[in-house]
């Protein structure tokens, strides 16, 4: 049992240029969220969704897409990547409302 | 505006030096306060879940209170091993899906 697993870990992305942070989880839980994590910021909410087909927007979604076609996976797409996307990416997801919300391991972008 | 504040924001400690970190927050109906540990390079990992003012919850070395208005973090007789940054988050009542906002963390540091 994996919990969440995303990839890549580390990525060096040049302007301009377009590229999707993967996520899976294997705990099957309903919820899934996308956060990012910058020096001596809180997470800040980018997407979630409440279930496969359905999604919504967080605080900062700006620049960022997402789809949601099975429970299992929630991709994080970048289109035109700009340095102030460089930051810490975290997925999480939780079973149902009010249950804790599970993290994964982190992926880093920098976008030169 | 929903809003969480800790301090301090970092902590160094000589081991065996009990403490307290503070989590102060403002949320239209509270649903739930949350407490992870986050470790460099590494997702959080969720430690505890605080639902209603006058709950406490332990485990091991910490122990997590909650008030109408803050959460405390104890931490009895640290060890080096307990280093790390204690992030809080607190679910409203506002959202119907799990998003959390969060803290920018405390940076504790415990010296053998």
């Known amino acids: 049992n994996a919990g969440v697993t995303q990839t890549p870990k580390f990525r060096i992305l040049k302007i301009g240029q377009s590229m999707t942070l993967q996520c899976a989880q294997d705990?099957?839980?309903?919820?899934m969220y996308w956060y990012r994590q910058d020096p001596g910021m809180g997470l800040k909410l980018i997407y979630y969704s409440v279930g496969a087909g359905i999604t919504d927007k967080g605080e900062v979604p700006n620049g960022y897409n997402v789809s949601r076609s099975t429970t299992e996976d929630f991709p994080l797409r970048l289109e035109l990547a700009a340095p102030s996307q460089t930051s810490v990416y975290f997925c999480?997801?939780?079973?149902?409302?009010?249950?804790?919300?599970?993290f994964g391991e982190g992926s880093w972008l920098t976008v030169v | 505006e929903d809003q969480v504040t800790q301090s301090p924001e970092a902590l160094r400690l000589q081991e065996g030096e009990s403490s307290s970190l503070n989590c102060s927050y403002t949320v239209s109906g509270l649903r739930g306060l949350f407490w992870y540990r986050q470790d460099p390079g590494k997702g959080p990992e969720f430690l505890f879940t605080?639902?209603?003012a006058g709950e406490e919850k332990e485990k091991e070395r910490l122990k997590a209170t909650l008030t109408k208005k803050e959460s405390f973090l104890h931490i009895t007789a640290p060890k080096p091993e307990d280093s790390a940054t204690y992030l809080c988050a607190v679910q409203g009542a506002k959202y119907n899906t799990d998003k959390l906002i969060f803290g920018t963390g405390t940076r504790l540091q415990v010296f053998p």
């Open positions: 605080l639902y209603s």
């Open positions: 999480a997801c939780s079973g149902t409302s009010g249950n804790t919300i599970y």
């Open positions: 705990m099957n839980h309903n919820y």
